[in-house]
Nanobody
């Protein structure tokens, strides 16, 4: 059993900043990757940012240069720093964690999602 706790969502003005956090706990052998995905009304869920083995990161094209993902391995926490937010960033943001329950078996877990609203 793995629990994901997300926090940091809310409302900001365009140009503002916000930081999301996601902490994983439970029956975990190790974590392969952690990331944030987002889904706006009427649109498909898309990658915002993710961090994987060796600290590799990847970002969705629409957020490059504005968002930064980081990870604290001691607490199994991923952070998403979002700067220069735009109305188009408005979406429900979901944390995703890839967990190894054994050395060869990986399972993906999703958080409940947190609303981010960017508007004047």
């Amino acid at each position: 059993q793995v629990q994901l706790v997300e926090s940091g969502g809310g409302w900001v003005h365009p140009g503002g900043s916000m930081r999301l956090s996601c902490t994983a706990s439970g029956t975990i052998f190790s974590i392969h990757a952690m990331g944030w995905y987002r889904q706006a009304p009427g649109k498909q869920r898309e990658l915002a940012a993710a961090t994987g083995p060796g600290g590799k990161t990847k970002y969705g094209e629409s957020v490059k240069g504005r968002f930064t993902i980081s990870r604290d391995n001691a607490t199994n926490t991923a952070y998403l720093q979002m700067n220069d937010l735009e109305p188009e960033d408005t979406a429900v943001y979901y944390c995703k964690v890839g967990v190894f329950h054994t050395d060869v078996s990986k399972v993906d877990y999703w958080g409940q999602g947190t609303q981010v609203t960017v508007s004047s």
